[in-house]
């Protein structure tokens, strides 16, 4: 049986590379640094499927280097590298990985919170750093408890952050493009973005990046904020001007900020940043849990050999080119 032929753009997981190499002829970049765009486009030459970690960016220049092309499949949530026009007009569906992630998103989400209002990271540096003779100089964080939580998209993410903030007797409020009709189950007051900026203790932010969400958290929105806010960004790192979040911490405009997420990413070892002391930032780690990433990889598979197939993707992101056709 003649098998497709797929492009990975790096290494997934071992269950999950085993079902692409049964059906499919693979060529996988398996070096730590990005695949070399002039290598890609090479590989795309007569690729049936192309299956991305979101490391590559997929436009109308790598779709015409690629013919052959039936599906593109991608082991994220996020599609901001993908030209979903592009993929669109060349009637190429493109399969994301949603749901999946939700619960442990969730989960770092509020650990960032926590972590920050109780200064957790510093507490350890305190006690590794030979610190702890008295209680003394200890590491004072905050209260949740009848705080305000303000959350910037309330998707399926952000209600599970709400679910768990509700359990901490956080007062929440939410700003969303519409008003979602169940936020009395939420207990979530719906409010204008400004008012969220001027009455939340905490805000984290949760929107997918747009055009329109882009550069959303700046100067001016940074100066509205109350000088005890806690800012939390677990969604892309373009959704904050990171010169802006910079002079804010360090004029302590705002109280501290917690990041999963950068602009740059990677965020070099150097970067003005990192000089703070009211900052804490993981490396994109929010659905980087064992179970997660594997099912993510699962449901990336399903995309791509269904699309292989002429079948319909499980989770198509521009379903008026999903197959069958």
Not at 261 to 288: F, K, M, R, W, Y
Request: net charge negative.
């Amino acid at each position: 049986m003649t098998k497709f032929k797929v492009v990975l753009t790096k290494e997934t997981w071992p269950a999950a590379m085993e079902r692409i190499e049964q059906h499919c002829e693979v060529k996988c970049w398996k070096e730590a640094e990005p695949i070399p765009r002039t290598v890609l486009l090479e590989w795309l030459k007569d690729a049936e499927g192309l299956f991305s970690t979101g490391d590559v960016k997929v436009d109308e220049d790598l779709l015409s280097n690629a013919p052959q092309l039936r599906v593109v499949a991608q082991s994220s949530v996020g599609y901001d590298n993908i030209d979903i026009d592009a993929c669109t007009r060349r009637e190429i569906p493109f399969g994301n990985t949603p749901g999946v992630l939700v619960e442990t998103t969730a989960d770092l989400t509020f650990t960032l919170l926590l972590s920050a209002a109780r200064r957790i990271h510093e507490c350890w540096d305190f006690v590794k750093s030979g610190n702890w003779a008295s209680n003394n100089n200890i590491p004072y964080g905050v209260d949740l408890f009848g705080k305000t939580l303000g959350i910037v998209g309330m998707g399926d993410i952000g209600c599970a952050v709400a679910r768990r903030a509700k359990a901490c007797g956080l007062n929440i409020i939410y700003y969303n493009r519409t008003r979602r009709m169940d936020d009395h189950v939420l207990e979530a007051r719906y409010v204008d973005f400004r008012d969220l900026l001027h009455e939340s203790d905490f805000i984290i932010t949760l929107v997918p990046l747009s055009n329109q969400s882009r550069g959303m958290f700046g100067a001016e929105e940074f100066a509205q904020m109350k000088s005890s806010a806690y800012f939390i960004n677990a969604a892309r790192g373009s959704i904050v001007n990171t010169e802006a979040l910079y002079e804010a911490l360090k004029s302590k405009q705002i109280a501290y900020a917690a990041l999963d997420v950068t602009d740059p990413e990677p965020l070099a070892g150097d970067h003005p940043l990192l000089s703070l002391p009211n900052i804490l930032i993981t490396p994109h780690v929010g659905s980087a849990t064992y179970e997660t990433r594997n099912r993510m990889a699962h449901l990336a598979v399903d995309n791509l050999l269904a699309g292989l197939g002429r079948l319909a993707l499980p989770a198509c992101v521009n379903p008026t080119v999903n197959y069958p056709k």
